[in-house]
């Protein structure tokens, strides 16, 4: 076999190809036709997203008829004008002449792929598009058209009318790609669709497109293309044959051609049970077993059981997913190292195990309407997850495993969150929750310090004194059961010559305390826990007993100990009852999504801090759209900061509020305004507009013929700041795994720089974006259908969110402690004027004068200058173009709380999700010049090809002579 004979024949097709015009035809009519599907059908800018994953999925349809048309004139034109048998007799071999019309047809292929390449390149300029999936699904579009292409070649092969093999070409492709799909395997279950997905290309070409290369899938189409051309040989070389020939040579023939179609099909069955040679080239590799998970399976000491419920007969929407979870499924196994057991049922078959689910787990079918052409049926189905370790169990169900996109009335994909993160976090759950059950101790690896700093018995109210022999009793059951990961220390700051006292008020702010406002006795009574690191201030139990220490140093330990679940605190306004709003009451903004993505991974606390104090428990406070918060109020969140605690504010000088039927922006009044100017921080009082921004949804109907139809209108809207590039903290570990914010209705952030505090920016507007202090915030268009805004004033980037490290000074350094005065002023109301309140009364409620008066270097404070980005009417507007929920607002929360928590390893994972890359806001006009600008390099490019290839058309003469001189032996 001779490359150069190959090549000259593949150059000869080629160049007869684009002999007519016919060529360019068929060149422009499939680029126009993707272009078309692209933008229009499958309506690119009113998805939002910044991916080109609608054009691959058209491309096996698309291709059956561009590879039918190509294909249909090779072989079928030489028979029908009698060159056929002028082909088979040269000294030619046959699998030169039909490798050569192969590769000419596949080269058309590449070209007219190559052509399409400009579409991804403008995603990919006005949005953030992971190349992964476009890489992997050009080379399955090439797969896939080389097997459609060897097929057409076969089909041409064993007919001389170009018609008849257009139409069997497309028939015989069709039915390959529909075997595979989810019309035919949806109607079967079990076995059979695995088989039916697993010999169609429908199947495995969206495995590749979705950015895995798996060997097994590359080898099938590899396979495919093998079998066609070696049968189109095989047609062939019976043209040679005499009817009295060598009758030993063609069986010979017959049964090499079998045997090598045979183990071409046979090295699918050889490789099914090859799962390793799998390539993720996903940003993230989001489809693999992340080092994280890894991670969390290497803590396993006992078997772990993760058990699939998965219906045969389910939901045509939810099929296709089955495959993909058991996958995801057995890599975990193979991860686990044989601590990991996966099991994979079919409730239907397995009643006992089916029982089980449904009396100790709580899993139930859930019932699925189905509809057809002919019947409408219910059937109940599961789609559920168990993930079992000792005693402690979790169960994901479908809800948590899918999202579903609504993309128009009928129109409704489906798809898997993130399924590693959502398994891999239950895991996580079971781990610390059954770790949780031992003593604290196992999970500390570092030794902790107890160090109390507690004034001699002479200064000490009587209750202390007593509370004092408790506490050196529970240390000492702590003592026992730390053994050397635990010590402790009483000093008294007063004692020698009070050097100690002032060391930790310069480096705790630990002042004297009082036991009430008019008390003149100062005393110390603080409890602290040190590591290497982090120093956590253990609250005064109220009731002063060994039980309620010894929760107070536990939940301290906790901070230090690796494998329990975290605790957080939501601060955020009550909701306002329905009966309420009916009779006017102004609705307050509600977190109930931050609430719930929240409590998947931490142990969340909601509470209003009315109390003075942040609960002992908490190891993170989140203040959200602060109302008028009151001094006992801020007293809480300023001494949690002040004893080493993270703090996120999430707080704006607006908030928004639909008035009857129109937007707008009110005053919003949080009571922490001076406190934040305390620790540098001020939320300006006006919002942020950004050219480069979100769209806002503006439903509208339509009249057609009688009929209405709603449609939703994306508007360019400044006040949906779209963060991303510059604008998105990239060296942060908050924003890892984010590729854009939408923050909505902000204020800008000013902070002031202060000795020993860092800041860092996390999101910032763009340059171009300015200050408005107009309160009517609704949407404004002209007529000519262009954004009506306009900047006014000076234009720049402005801080949106920042994060603050460092030592902090307290608000209340020089103030009487808030929770005295309130206990004054309780007593002054309740008590009876010949009656004084007690020392012990005081006591008895915890209420000390124990103002902190600086923070330890480990205090952070995160500032967001938004009342509304993380409320669920917000995120409900955002993520109504695709019908979701949007979700990036709240994950980079939850990023915050890992990274505050020091607990990140559940932050690469949750980064890898099926994140919606969305794309910055754009007029209709720019969404236009965009779409017609892809035409016009679409004709650009088919010129260009007509162009270089009317070159070799005009020494086309030439070509052929030396072909056939070549061929023949003869001298040109």
């Not at 190349?131 to 092969?157: D, E, H, K, N």
């Not at 039915?175 to 199947?203: R, V």
């Not at 007593?466 to 000492?476: C, G, M, P, S, T």
């Not at 100062?522 to 826990?529: C, D």
Request: with cysteine; net charge negative; charged share 20%.
């Amino acid at each position: 076999m001779q490359l150069s004979l190959i090549s000259q024949i593949q150059r000869k097709e080629l160049t007869l190809f684009f002999t007519s015009a016919v060529g360019y035809l068929f060149l422009g009519a499939f680029l126009v036709a993707s272009l078309f599907i692209f933008f229009w059908v499958e309506a690119f800018f009113a998805r939002n997203i910044a991916d080109v994953r609608p054009l691959f999925e058209w491309f096996p349809i698309l291709l059956i008829f561009f590879t039918a048309t190509i294909t249909m004139r090779m072989w079928s034109e030489e028979r029908r004008s009698g060159t056929l048998e002028f082909v088979v007799t040269v000294p030619v071999s046959t699998w030169e002449f039909v490798l050569g019309k192969f590769l000419a047809c596949w080269s058309l292929l590449a070209i007219a792929l190559l052509l399409t390449l400009p579409l991804p390149i403008t995603v990919a300029a006005i949005g953030d598009l992971d190349w992964g999936p476009v890489f992997t699904g050009y080379i399955a579009s090439l797969l896939l058209g080389g097997a459609y292409i060897a097929i057409g070649l076969f089909v041409s092969a064993r007919t001389d009318s170009q018609i008849v093999s257009l139409i069997v070409t497309s028939l015989l492709c069709g039915i390959f790609y529909l075997l595979g799909s989810g019309t035919i395997t949806d109607l079967f279950g079990g076995w059979q669709q695995d088989l039916l997905s697993a010999i169609g290309s429908g199947a495995r070409f969206e495995s590749i497109t979705r950015g895995v290369l798996d060997v097994r899938d590359l080898y099938f189409y590899l396979s495919i293309l093998g079998s066609f051309l070696a049968m189109n040989v095989f047609a062939l070389e019976k043209e040679r044959w005499a009817a009295d020939g060598n009758k030993k040579l063609h069986d010979r023939w017959r049964l090499g051609t079998g045997l090598l179609v045979l183990n071409f099909l046979l090295g699918n069955v050889w490789l099914n049970n090859v799962s390793v040679l799998r390539f993720d080239m996903t940003e993230g590799r989001i489809y693999s077993i992340s080092d994280a998970t890894r991670g969390y399976l290497n803590q396993l000491q006992e078997p772990l059981l993760i058990r699939g419920y998965f219906s045969a007969k389910t939901h045509p929407l939810l099929a296709p997913l089955v495959p993909r979870m058991k996958d995801l499924l057995q890599e975990y196994e193979v991860a686990g190292g044989g601590h990991v057991r996966v099991e994979i049922i079919d409730p239907a078959s397995a009643p006992e195990l089916e029982d089980e689910a449904n009396n100790k787990y709580g899993i139930r079918a859930v019932p699925f309407q189905i509809a057809d052409r002919y019947q409408a049926s219910l059937i109940n189905s599961y789609f559920d997850i168990l993930v079992l370790y000792g005693d402690q169990y979790e169960v994901l169900n479908f809800r948590d495993l899918i999202e579903v996109k609504a993309q128009g009335e009928t129109d409704i994909d489906v798809q898997l969150k993130n399924p590693e993160f959502d398994v891999t976090r239950s895991i996580k759950k079971v781990l610390y929750g059954f770790q949780g059950g031992s003593s604290i101790f196992d999970n500390i690896v570092e030794p902790v310090e107890f160090v109390g700093y507690v004034s001699n018995d002479e200064l000490l109210p009587e209750p202390l004194i007593e509370f004092k022999q408790v506490v050196n009793e529970v240390l000492a059951e702590l003592a026992l059961e730390g053994g050397d990961k635990f010590t402790s220390e009483l000093a008294d700051p007063n004692a020698g010559d009070g050097q100690l006292a002032l060391d930790i008020a310069a480096q705790y702010g630990f002042q004297p305390m009082a036991t009430s406002l008019f008390d003149e006795a100062r005393f110390y009574f603080y409890l602290t826990l040190r590591g290497a690191d982090t120093v956590v201030q253990i609250p005064l139990p109220p009731s002063l007993s060994a039980d309620a220490l010894r929760r107070g140093i536990d939940e301290g330990l906790k901070r230090f100990a690796s494998g329990l679940l975290k605790s957080v605190v939501l601060s955020a306004p009550a909701v306002v009852p329905s009966y309420m709003r009916q009779q006017g009451t102004t609705p307050s903004n509600e977190f109930s999504q931050l609430q719930s993505f929240l409590t998947s991974d931490f142990d969340v606390t909601t509470d209003d801090l009315k109390s003075g104090v942040v609960p002992s428990k908490a190891d993170l406070l989140v203040v959200v759209d602060p109302i008028d918060l009151d001094d006992l109020q801020v007293f809480a969140i300023d001494q949690f900061l002040m004893k080493g605690g993270t703090v996120v504010v999430s707080t704006a000088a607006f908030v928004t509020q639909p008035v009857e039927g129109r937007l707008e922006a009110s005053a919003r009044t949080s009571g922490l305004v001076d406190w934040l100017k305390h620790q540098g921080v001020e939320v300006g009082e006006s919002l942020v507009m950004d050219p480069q921004n979100s769209a806002f949804p503006v439903p509208i109907t339509r009249e057609v013929g009688g009929f209405s139809f709603q449609d939703l209108v994306m508007l360019d809207y400044p006040y949906f700041i779209d963060v991303r590039g510059e604008g998105l903290n990239e060296d942060s570990p908050i924003n890892t795994g984010i590729p854009q914010i939408t923050f909505s209705w902000a204020s800008p952030v000013g902070v002031a720089e202060r000795e020993g505090i860092v800041v860092t920016p996390l999101l910032r507007s763009s340059p171009a974006s300015w200050l408005s202090q107009d309160t009517n915030i609704m949407p404004r268009y002209s007529e000519d259908g262009v954004s009506a805004f306009s900047p006014v004033g000076e234009q720049g980037s402005h801080n949106l969110g920042v994060v603050l490290e460092g030592r902090f000074e307290s608000y209340y350094a020089d103030k009487v402690s808030p929770l005295l005065t309130a206990e004054q002023d309780k007593d002054d109301a309740d008590s009876d004027p010949e009656a004084g309140s007690s020392q012990d009364d005081a006591l008895s409620l915890g209420v000390l004068s124990s103002v902190i008066g600086r923070s330890p270097e480990a205090a952070r404070l995160l500032v967001f200058g938004s009342n509304d980005f993380l409320a669920d009417e917000t995120m409900r507007m955002l993520g109504s173009a695709d019908g979701t929920v949007y979700g990036n607002s709240v994950q980079m929360l939850t990023n915050v709380v890992d990274w505050a928590l020091e607990d990140q390893n559940l932050i690469g994972i949750r980064s890898r999700g099926n994140f919606n890359r969305t794309l910055p806001g754009m007029e209709v006009g720019e969404q236009s010049m965009l779409e017609y600008f892809n035409y016009a390099l679409a004709l650009l490019g088919v010129f260009v090809v007509m162009f270089v290839f009317r070159a070799r058309v005009r020494s086309r003469t030439r070509y052929q002579r030396e072909w056939l001189a070549h061929a023949t032996g003869e001298q040109a």
